[in-house]
């Protein structure tokens, strides 16, 4: 092998590794799922929202002592859709003659 030959194949080898190194890098920025909690505003209680980690990933960190619900219908409580804009954005951007609403 000559040395043009050996220098170009220590280059190729160089890049390379320097792709994987750059890849493995990517993906660790992927794989980081970073979890904020809610905020509990005024007039609400920590025990009616539903605890970000345990939505998540099944598990909470602070276990039983959390002040957040881990019950998992709170997330699909009635109350807390028709309490949001979600219904009243619907209608405007709807063409619903009627807002009343049957429960």
């Known amino acids: ?3 043009i030959e050996s220098r170009e194949y220590a280059e190729k080898a160089e890049k390379k590794k320097q792709r994987e190194e750059e890849a493995f890098l990517f993906s660790l920025t992927k794989t ?9 505003e005024e007039g609400q209680k920590a025990e009616n929202i539903l605890c970000a ?3 998540e990933t099944g ?6 002592n959390c002040e957040f619900s881990h019950d998992l219908n709170i997330a699909f409580n009635v109350s807390n859709i028709f309490s949001s804009n979600l219904i009243t954005k619907f209608l405007k951007n709807s ?3 009627s807002t009343s609403i049957l429960i």
């Open 32 to 40: 980081v799922n970073v979890i904020k909690q809610s905020v509990v």
């Open 53 to 55: 980690y345990f939505k």
């Open 1 to 3: 092998m000559s040395a």
């Open 95 to 97: 063409k619903v003659l």
């Open 59 to 64: 598990k909470c960190p602070n276990g039983d």
